[in-house]
T-cell receptor, first 118, second 111 residues
Framework: SQTIHQWPATLVQPVGSPLSLECTVE??????LYWYRQAAGRGLQLLFY??????ISSEVPQNLSASRPQDRQFILSSKKLLLSDSGFYLC?????????????????FGEGSRLTVL | KQEVTQIPAALSVPEGENLVLNCSFT??????LQWFRQDPGKGLTSLLL?????REQTSGRLNASLDKSSGRSTLYIAASQPGDSATYLC??????????FGTGTRLQVFP
């Protein structure tokens, strides 16, 4: 069965410090991978998504970046954190839009990483 | 622009009531629509997935419908229980491989 792991679960960082959140998926190949952010009391904002190794699409201009060094690994980074970067970060995966595949496009989430920037 | 809207934003009901949560999307070229549940401080749990060729899906006390022509989906919860209290989100998948989320409905079921 497929599983998704995301870490760290909780992070408290000072302004200006770097960030690295990691997400890995097991039990599938060539997944589509996503990073979302959920600010307090707000909806889910898509930050980045990737349909393959080295392919990153950015949705929102910001000081964050994403990388996909391996097929099932997705990393969210920042060189210098801002106060506004605080939030709940969620990694997710799907098997894409493989037509005829039952459950095609179903999205599965990790448990999230709560980042507090002080 | 592809947008997904959910109403109501919040709902508080007594235990045992049947509920309807609404989800609207502006772009009808949707590939599938998915309903999630989120408990406070937790990730999202997938509840139901409806492909564009389907009209509804059922799982236990949950039933979700999809009407692409009107740009609407509904989540029906039968005989609500306090354990159903959570935020419910819908999301549409488009041919760009992007999932667009609604802002959610916060549900509280009291005994």
């Amino acid at each position: 069965s497929q599983t998704i792991h995301q870490w760290p679960a909780t992070l408290v960082q000072p302004v200006g410090s770097p960030l690295s959140l990691e997400c890995t998926v097991e039990g599938t190949s060539n997944p589509n991978l996503y990073w979302y952010r959920q600010a307090a009391g707000r909806g889910l904002q898509l930050l980045f998504y990737s349909v393959g190794i080295g392919q990153i699409s950015s949705e929102v201009p910001q000081n964050l970046s994403a990388s996909r060094p391996q097929d099932r690994q997705f990393i969210l980074s920042s060189k210098k954190l801002l106060l506004s970067d605080s939030g709940f970060y969620l990694c997710a995966w799907t098997n894409g839009r493989r037509r005829g595949h039952r459950g095609a496009g179903e999205l599965f989430f990790g448990e999230g990483s709560r980042l507090t920037v002080l | 622009k592809q947008e997904v809207t959910q109403i109501p934003a919040a709902l508080s009901v007594p235990e045992g009531e049947n509920l309807v949560l609404n989800c609207s999307f502006t772009d009808s070229a949707i590939y599938n629509l998915q309903w999630f549940r989120q408990d406070p401080g937790k990730g999202l749990t997938s509840l139901l997935l409806i492909q564009s060729s389907q009209r509804e899906q059922t799982s236990g006390r949950l039933n979700a419908s999809l009407d692409k022509s009107s740009g609407r989906s509904t989540l029906y919860i039968a005989a609500s229980q306090p354990g159903d209290s959570a935020t419910y989100l819908c999301a549409g998948l488009y041919n760009t491989d992007k999932l667009i989320f609604g802002t959610g409905t916060r549900l509280q079921v009291f005994p």
